[in-house]
């Protein structure tokens, strides 16, 4: 009797390490942990310049919305205000990445490699979520520019300046 009584002591108390420990390995639940998420999370670089920051500003606005859905090319891209460069003719395409900033911005760094030998150009070690909106109608403009959008999940190809993503090159 006491030996079984010493027996459920002992296991008692192993049980209560093992909860223990894994609580302060960051999961205080009996729960299993949740997936991590497949972008790693990396420190922001330090600060950009005012024209870097100006790029990648703009940069969030054309190609960053993480509640993006292929039904709504035409009014975020009217919305935005996404033209061609230097006019408000439509755009010919756009694409939108469905990611916080912060997995965006750590492309140009430890999430991303060279690509195509190019020093600006990084392409994502892992696939993102992006809708692609496509012109249904060439030569109009603002606000009037009307869109084919599709999901896909692609490595994304960014421009990079001072360790911050300023141009959407292409998905592979």
Do not use: W
Not at 10 to 26: A, E, I, P, Q
Request: glycine share 6%; aromatic share 8%.
């Amino acid at each position: 009797m006491m030996k079984t009584f010493l027996m459920l002591c002992v296991l008692s108390v192993l049980v209560f390490l093992f909860y223990t420990t894994h609580s302060v390995k960051g999961n205080p639940s009996s729960e299993p942990a949740l997936s991590k998420p497949k972008h790693p999370k990396n420190p922001s670089p330090p600060q950009p310049s005012p024209e870097t920051l100006t790029h990648y500003k703009k940069f969030i606005n054309q190609h960053v919305d993480s509640k993006m859905a292929p039904n709504k090319c035409d009014r975020e891209i009217n919305g935005r205000h996404i033209a061609k460069t230097g006019g408000n003719k439509c755009k010919d395409a756009n694409t939108f990445i469905l990611e916080a900033t912060n997995y965006i911005i750590a492309v140009c760094n430890k999430a991303g490699t060279p690509y195509q030998g190019r020093a600006n150009l990084r392409i994502s070690n892992q696939p993102f979520r992006v809708v692609n909106c496509v012109s249904k109608r060439e030569g109009k403009h603002l606000p009037r520019c009307i869109y084919d959008g599709k999901s896909a999940t692609k490595r994304i190809v960014l421009g990079c300046k001072e360790g911050y993503p300023v141009h959407y090159e292409t998905g592979v």
